[in-house]
């Protein structure tokens, strides 16, 4: 990570997200010096950089050198630095002057700085001796205090203002829409219903793609309806025909806005999986910056040889088949969520199996939501998922009962998706997965490692593939 790099990183760590959370701003860096050209986007209280977008323009442009971004970052005085913005900025942004406050010229070491700045704490400012001069700096703000009830300040004029932006009232906080990417079996479904039970105001809404029959991108008369209602024997009053009817997957994002409405939360999780129904979403948001929803990206993912066992079960492919599918999918789901600039988490689902609580205290952090202490059960509304996903919010007994009245096709392929799974089940979480342990020989281990690049894309994704290869081979 080069300098640049690190620079911004420290900016966003410094961010305190929740108190940010309404605010929106880009801010366009071009290092003169560097030949490096860096847009920053500030969206659900996390500060992002991209060196690629949508070219909408900035509400801020700044062309320092490095040294100078320096000393901006370090004193909160632009210098020479050339800044171009737009007082008027569309959207809850508002630009200002920051009042007086003495240039780091005035600041000495010891005892001088402290007499000229009042820095001791509870200690107010001294006034400047006669003939001390000071000039205005101005800095770059995101305001996050402000209270709702405020008003805007007014503009004032400046070569530079700060950029201050009203926090809506809670009512009226906007939609993020955030889409989990990745392959079958890495545990999407079981990570939405515990963000559904557990993460205040979102919402995992399950497999949209299926909802709305996509071509090329559904199963056929799959995940039409409430899951968990259908297996339960109620009427969703959220998944409903006259919904299905409304929405189309020609405006997932708008789909995304009724879903949020119906269930009265803040946040919905799109499990489609797809990367390419991710991709689609983001290239339907209109280009109006201060109107566009908010999008972000759960990578969901599961090693690879893990995935490729479960793949060969499931459809009787050879495993390096599998092993290619998970390669080009996260090669896609990374380059597609950078590619857009896209706040992204990777949850592994070892991870998550291995400490549930830490995983959920990591999810509800990217939400910017607060983790309820206890799960509520009563409110899971989605559709699709895997059969075997609903036995902890459903029980066993009940799973059976219902495949049981299933006729035809819809029986046979229902049984046939559950025959490795169902000597798993109960009514409890289940617990980490060690299946795929000691399962396969030396000769379908290096089928798998020889799939070109797939040792790099899962040692990004934090996997250690030495160690997999050793926990999966037999002996």
Same mark, same amino acid.
């Given at each position: ?6 620079? @911004? ?20 860096? =071009? ?12 969206? %659900? ?7 690629? &977008? ?16 320096? &000393? ?34 005035? @600041? ?36 996050? %205090?402000?209270?709702? *009830? ?11 203002? %700060?950029?201050?932006?009203? !926090? ?24 939405? /219903?515990?963000? =559904?039970? /557990?993460?205040?105001?979102?919402? $995992? ?11 090329? @991108? ?27 009817? /409304? ?5 997932? !994002? ?25 991709? /689609?979403?983001? *290239? ?30 499931? +459809? ?12 080009? +999918? ?9 590619? &857009? ?7 592994? $689902? ?39 996903? @609903? ?46 342990? %000691? ?9 798998? !490692? ?26």
């Amino acid at each position: 990570m080069g300098l640049v790099e690190r620079i @911004f990183d420290s900016l966003a760590i410094r961010l305190k997200g929740p108190r940010a959370w309404d605010a929106r701003l880009t801010i366009d860096c =071009t290092l003169t010096d560097l030949k490096d050209e860096v847009r920053l986007s500030l969206a %659900n209280g996390v500060l992002t950089q991209s060196r690629a &977008h949508d070219g909408t323009p900035a509400d801020l442009t700044l062309t320092p050198t490095k040294p100078q971004l320096l &000393h901006l970052v370090a004193t909160h005085d632009l210098g020479d630095t050339q800044a171009d913005g737009d007082p008027r900025a569309r959207g809850p942004l508002r630009l200002r002057a920051q009042c007086p406050v003495p240039s780091s010229r005035s @600041f000495r070491a010891g005892r001088e700085g402290r007499a000229a700045t009042g820095s001791r704490r509870g200690e107010a400012p001294r006034k400047p001796k006669t003939g001390q001069k000071h000039r205005i700096p101005y800095i770059i703000l995101v305001d996050v %205090n402000m209270d709702a *009830e405020t008003q805007a300040a007014p503009v004032l004029p400046g070569r530079l203002t %700060n950029l201050r932006s009203r !926090l809506p009232k809670p009512q009226e906080r906007s939609l993020t829409s955030v889409f989990v990417v990745g392959t079958l079996f890495s545990g999407s479904t079981l990570m939405g /219903r515990d963000m =559904t039970t /557990r993460i205040k105001m979102a919402h $995992y809404v399950g497999e949209l793609n299926n909802f709305t029959q996509v071509p090329d @991108f559904s199963h056929k008369d799959s995940g039409r309806g409430c899951g968990p209602c259908s297996l339960l024997g109620k009427q969703c009053r959220h998944f409903t025909d006259a919904l299905r009817d /409304r929405v189309s997957y020609d405006d997932i !994002l708008g789909m995304h806005e009724q879903f949020a409405r119906s269930l009265g939360v803040s946040a919905i999780v799109d499990g489609s999986k797809f990367v390419a129904w991710m991709r /689609r979403a983001v *290239e339907q948001r209109g280009a109006d910056s201060a109107s566009r929803t908010a999008v972000s990206a759960i990578i969901t993912v599961r090693n690879p040889i893990a995935f490729a066992i479960s793949y060969r079960n499931r +459809t009787g492919e050879p495993l390096w088949r599998g092993a290619g599918i998970w390669r080009d +999918t996260y090669v896609d789901a990374l380059r597609t969520a950078n590619a &857009h600039g896209l706040p992204q988490l990777v949850m592994r $689902y070892e991870d998550y199996m291995a400490d549930r609580e830490r995983s959920l205290e990591r999810l509800a952090a990217f939400l910017h939501l607060p983790l309820s202490p206890k799960p509520d059960n009563t409110s899971i509304h989605d559709t699709g998922g895997n059969w075997s996903s @609903f036995v902890p919010y459903v029980g066993r007994d009940q799973l059976e009962k219902f495949i049981q009245q299933l006729h035809g096709s819809g029986r046979t392929d229902a049984e046939d998706f559950i025959r490795h799974a169902r000597a798993y089940w109960n009514d409890d979480k289940p617990q980490e997965d060690t299946r795929w342990h %000691n399962s396969i020989n030396a000769g379908d281990a290096h089928g798998v !490692l020889s799939t070109p690049g797939l040792a790099d894309v899962a040692g990004i994704l934090g996997y250690n593939i030495a160690e997999v290869v050793h926990l999966a081979i037999k002996g």
